[in-house]
Each structure stands twice: as structure tokens, then as C-alpha cells.
């Protein structure tokens, strides 16, 4: 895991950080439901060399070469709250693709909820813009309307608690070989549906009160 230091004495850091850590302090409420969204690439490999099968006291062996068959997205939608995942695998990561997890997001997966109180990091496809983009304006408008968005500040995405999960897909799922976007999208449904049937809930502990005294490097120094 790539670590990514935060500056210091940053107002703006801590403001976003503030207040994605008051989010996180809400209580469940099924009508608007806290979703944390992350993306990840994962490159389709292909084997230039049948592999062996593992035997007893002896691992699977592959042939160090390979081949590459391009690169795959995963958009990683969890509700910590709940226990809940999904992933979509598209084969780019474009405003498009980010629009229509959205539309998801919105029509599909919470459809009875009032408003959708959506946590992700601000790269420059995440953003409203994308669904007008994609979408008619009265269908941009209408998903827009549902959306509740906070952003984690720049250097600050161990605050999305997407990509816990997404770091939990990588090494259960991903860390090996896979030949093209249909097996790619089996296994992770298959990673998915076993995950949420162990309904395991992210208990987030850490608050503003705590940040204030293990990170008050990072505040403005008020003279």
C-alpha cells in the first residue's frame, strides 16, 4: 500500500477531513445511506504457457512470461453501516463509466432512499459534471438531486473507507493472473457475494476530537 503523507498546517486538508469524519459519526439511517466509492485498475494478463497445477507440497507454477491484454477498472461501492459491497468492472474509467455507477447507485441499489450521502476522493471525474456529460439535463439534474457528496482531501484517501475494501478485493481476489474482462467480473462478483454474506460492518472509531491531538500537526497554528 502506497502511503500518502498530508501537509502540514493545512487549512483546507483539515476542513475536508472534518468533515468526512462527522459523516462517519452519523447513525444509520436506511433513507440516507452513507456509501463510500473508490476506483482501482487492475491488468488483464494472459499465459503465453499452460501452468501447472498445484500438487500436495507444491504450488501452482507459472511461466514468467505473459501476456497483456489491457487494463480493467473497478468501481468499488461499499456501506460500511451495513455491511454492504459491490463492485462494477468496466474496461475504462472514464466521466462516463463514473455516471453510469452513479445512475446505479441511485436507480438500482437505493432506490427508495431520500438522499445519498456519497464519500469519495476528488479526482476530476468525480464530480457532477460527469452525469450532465453523460445524461440529459433532466436526468443529470434528478441524479444530482440525490446525491449528499463529500470529498476527502487531497493526500487523505485512507479517510475512504472504499478502499479498505478495495485493499481486502486485491489480496483475496486479485493477486494473481486473470486472462479477460468476463473472468474478471466473475471473480469478483463471486469475491462480492461471499463478502456481504459475511455482513462484516466497518466500526469507525476515529473522530475530529482524536484528530485534533494525533494529527494537530496538520491544523493552521492559531496565534
Avoid at 2 to 11: F, R
Avoid at 46 to 66: H, I, S, W
Avoid at 193 to 205: A, L
Wanted: proline share 6%.
Amino acid at each position: 500500500m502506497m502511503w500518502c503523507i498530508p501537509p502540514e498546517h493545512n487549512a483546507e486538508f483539515v476542513c475536508a477531513m472534518e468533515t468526512v469524519l462527522d459523516v462517519y459519526q452519523r447513525p444509520y439511517d436506511p433513507e440516507y445511506p452513507q456509501v463510500c466509492l473508490d476506483e482501482a485498475s487492475k491488468q488483464l494478463v494472459g499465459e503465453t504457457r499452460t501452468p501447472v497445477p498445484a500438487e500436495p507440497g507444491r504450488p501452482m507454477r507459472e511461466d514468467y512470461e505473459y501476456v497483456r491484454n489491457g487494463t480493467a477498472s473497478l468501481f468499488m461501492l461499499s456501506e460500511p453501516l451495513t455491511g454492504k459491497r459491490h463492485v462494477e468492472v468496466t474496461g475504462r474509467r472514464t466521466r462516463k463509466d463514473f455516471a453510469h455507477c452513479v445512475r446505479q447507485i441511485v436507480d438500482d441499489i437505493y432506490p427508495q432512499a431520500k438522499k445519498i450521502v456519497l464519500v469519495m476522493d476528488n479526482l476530476n471525474t468525480h464530480n457532477v459534471a460527469s452525469l450532465y456529460e453523460t445524461f440529459a439535463p433532466a436526468q443529470a439534474k434528478r441524479l444530482a438531486d440525490k446525491l449528499e457528496i463529500h470529498y476527502t482531501p487531497k493526500h487523505g484517501s485512507w479517510l475512504d473507507m472504499a478502499e479498505i475494501e478495495l485493499g481486502i478485493l486485491s489480496r483475496q481476489c486479485l493477486d494473481r493472473r486473470i486472462d479477460n474482462l468476463e473472468e474478471l467480473r466473475q471473480e469478483v462478483a463471486a469475491w462480492e457475494n461471499n463478502r456481504n454474506g459475511q455482513k462484516s460492518k466497518v466500526v469507525w472509531r476515529f473522530t475530529n476530537t482524536q484528530a485534533r491531538v494525533k494529527l494537530r500537526r496538520l491544523y493552521p497554528s492559531i496565534e
